[in-house]
């Protein structure tokens, strides 16, 4: 069914299109038509399917990161995002043998929860569902709650035959995309999902963050693990009340919370995670991380970021990745061309240009030769009309070159933007916080805290982002009306 359906969507996209001139009007309306047909498709075997699928479409809709409509089109992601807050879910009998292997249960779920179980109760219905588990509020024999995260029963069965599936809809996009290679994007998912399918990693990568996070507490918090109620397919922790949805200002407001001290709290956090402590979160969407409320001394409501789900990490000690895009991203930040040529090329060899704008549109201005439309693009928070699908493609092939999982900090940083654009976080004050952390972080190896800034630095970083703010707030309006008016290309 699933070959069935990609093979009609195919024939759809040739149909589309077919005695259209490409960038017409009539052609950009018939493809649009096509991607939200596809969308749709791809939401029906997603549901239908569940397990890895709806994993695949979790991964798909997060593909974005900082490359706008042109990495993936934006039907796609819309239809796919709701499988990031809240995917199918089993009844609780149905994943039952999964639980028995890290206690006795007696004859539940047919009758009582034994005696011997540590649990006094455990909820039919799940609280949260993902694409590779579903988790159950429970009370412990204590009165504490706890959520117990369930691996659903069939995926290490079904992994071998999925992966068949999608090796092969790979095979045939590589046909169609002129010996275009997607094949790694498969690999990569493989490699990285057998990963997250070990609960028992998955809490020892929660106990890691927490040491990493412990100086920030109380406006850090990581729920403990409770190793004796949990195995390789059994998480239980510590139950978290009051979360807030983290891409919700809304309802952040409504709690009595600032959405924009809310995105920097977020922004620092992961900025520190990738730059500090060479540690990159690879899924913090909205269904992984949250918002609650908490006083501070004074009594006022402040927000705390809870961090849930820890399955997958990079590790950007490979190649010293971590100390070198501290300094890429302080070389952006200061137009400093030698330092961002010589990393760009360690990090995507030959397309090491596309770099700057894949981690800000604002990095444009740091380039050679920008053109007006660049700048422009610049100002509003997008690649330049310039940047093709095709070297975004090429990009990200070349950038598996450049070790420890480049692609993977990428993939994590367009997630967290998204957050940050959903708060209206301002792209100037993500990419000084950024900063802030790269100069902490352009260290021989992973500090236990970030140090304070020293005053020099402070001096410096505040000159470079007044003076990049006004390059792109004076220099947008002048490209625009040399664009419009005298159809320049370039400044004068």
Same mark, same amino acid.
């Given at each position: ?22 960038? !017409? ?10 991607? *939200? ?61 999964? #639980? ?44 504490? *709650?706890?959520? $117990? ?45 057998? *990963?997250? #399918? ?101 009594? &006022? ?15 950007? !000690? ?15 930040? !200061? ?61 990200? $092939? ?55 800034? &020293? ?38």
């Amino acid at each position: 069914l699933t070959m069935s359906e990609f093979n009609e969507q195919k024939q759809d996209y040739v149909k589309s299109v077919e005695g259209l001139e490409e960038g !017409s009007q009539a052609y950009a309306e018939a493809l649009e038509a096509c991607h *939200r047909r596809g969308a749709e498709r791809c939401r029906k075997v997603a549901e239908m399917h569940r397990g890895l699928y709806v994993k695949a479409a979790q991964f798909i809709a997060s593909l974005r990161g900082g490359t706008g409509d042109r990495g993936v089109p934006r039907a796609y992601i819309e239809a796919l995002s709701a499988f990031t807050d809240h995917a199918p879910h089993k009844p609780l009998r149905d994943v039952a043998p999964v #639980l028995r292997e890290c206690a006795d249960f007696g004859a539940w779920p047919d009758g009582p929860l034994g005696d011997a179980c540590p649990l006094a109760d455990i909820e039919g219905e799940p609280i949260a569902s993902a694409s590779l588990a579903q988790v159950h509020r429970a009370t412990l024999r204590d009165g504490r *709650r706890v959520a $117990v995260k369930i691996q659903y029963p069939e995926l290490q069965k079904e992994m071998a035959s999925d992966f068949m599936v999608f090796k092969q809809m790979g095979a045939q996009i590589q046909s169609m995309a002129q010996g275009y290679d997607v094949m790694w994007i498969v690999e990569d998912f493989e490699k990285y999902l057998t *990963r997250e #399918l070990d609960f028992a990693l998955e809490g020892a990568n929660g106990e890691e963050t927490g040491r990493c996070l412990a100086h920030l507490a109380p406006a850090v918090f990581v729920p403990r693990v409770l190793k004796d109620l949990s195995s390789s397919r059994v998480l239980t922790m510590e139950f978290c009340e009051g979360l807030l949805k983290v891409n919700d200002p809304a309802g952040l407001q409504k709690a009595g919370l600032d959405p924009l001290e809310c995105a920097d709290l977020i922004c620092a956090t992961f900025a520190e995670m990738a730059f500090v402590h060479g540690r990159v979160h690879a899924d913090p969407h909205a269904g992984n991380i949250y918002l609650r409320v908490r006083e501070d001394d004074l009594g &006022r409501k402040r927000p705390q970021l809870v961090i849930l789900d820890h399955g997958l990490y990079h590790d950007l !000690s490979e190649n010293d990745v971590r100390r070198y895009f501290c300094k890429f991203w302080q070389a952006c930040c !200061s137009k400093d061309h030698a330092a961002m040529d010589e990393i760009g090329q360690r990090f995507a060899g030959a397309l090491h240009r596309f770099l700057p704008m894949i981690l800000s549109p604002w990095f444009v201005m740091s380039g050679r030769g920008a053109s007006l439309e660049d700048l422009r693009a610049a100002a509003q928070g997008r690649l330049p009309d310039s940047v093709g699908l095709r070297d975004v493609a090429d990009f990200v $092939v070349a950038t598996r070159s450049g070790g420890a999982n480049l692609i993977g900090l990428l993939h994590s940083l367009g997630y967290v933007r998204g957050l940050l654009e959903a708060l209206g976080y301002p792209e100037r004050r993500r990419v000084q916080c950024m900063l802030r952390y790269a100069v902490l972080g352009d260290a021989a190896g992973p500090a236990a805290a970030p140090r304070p800034l &020293r005053c020099g630095e402070r001096l410096w970083m505040s000159w470079r982002m007044n003076l990049f703010h006004c390059q792109v707030c004076l220099t947008a309006p002048v490209a625009g009306f040399l664009i419009r008016y005298t159809g320049a290309s370039q400044m004068p």
